[in-house]
């Protein structure tokens, strides 16, 4: 073999090196890119958690991977209306008692997520697998849920109260299916901080006050 053939012979190997590299490059980013659409502001957070993207992003991956083998189902209209009851009456007792209506209201949200076929025992479960249909809400199930187990202390005041409430009413009207909290399909996110509450959740902080 001359000299030159044997050139050419790293030459191409380096290049398909380097082609396979940009490949694998191009797939990383273009998988990012894919969670941090449908993740959004949770994707950030997840990078945030756990100090390593990679990583995040594979827990995300593993996320919609089990939540796509659970049977979720839509609710009947008899059993919407019948838990928006029950949040209206949760919302009516805030005034007199705003521990008691957070309690009420989380476990509102446990009876839905129940009831259209969710695991429902952990609540780190619970927030994990809500964040892969509804991302844009999760981070305020989890804030409403400190609060509600700080109330139970009494360090928590009443307007970390009524926010807390107004959250959960964010969420049920997601988890209810109601197309003001939906994200539109395909819709990107920026991942910045925005007000994702439905009208009926801002009425809700309105309506405590």
């Known amino acids: 073999m001359n000299t030159t053939v044997l050139v050419l012979i790293i030459i191409v190997a380096l290049l398909l090196i380097a082609v396979a590299a940009l490949g694998v490059v191009l797939s990383r980013r273009k998988r990012s890119d894919r969670l ?10 997840s990078v945030s958690e756990t100090g390593d993207r990679k990583a995040a992003e594979t827990e995300l991956q593993e996320r919609q991977q089990r939540h796509s083998k659970l049977e979720i189902r839509d609710l009947r209209p008899e059993e919407r209306d019948q838990l928006k009851e029950s949040w209206d009456s949760v919302q009516r007792s805030f005034v007199d008692d705003p521990v008691r209506a957070l309690q009420d209201a989380d476990m509102l949200v446990v ?16 927030a994990e697998d809500i964040s892969v249909d509804h991302p844009d809400v999760v981070r305020h199930y989890r804030e409403a849920h400190t609060v509600r187990d700080a109330s139970a202390g009494g360090s928590v005041d009443t307007e970390q109260q009524r926010h807390a409430l107004t959250s959960y009413h964010s969420l049920v009207d997601a988890l209810l299916g109601s197309t003001a909290t939906q994200r539109s399909e395909g819709a990107p996110t920026d991942g910045k901080d925005t007000d994702h509450r439905s009208d009926g ?5 309105e309506h405590t006050r």
């Open 201 to 205: 959740a801002r009425s809700t902080e």
């Open 36 to 45: 941090q659409e449908q993740f959004g502001p949770e994707y950030e957070r």
């Open 111 to 126: 009876e839905v997520m129940r009831v259209r076929g969710y695991p429902v025992e952990d609540f780190d479960r619970r």
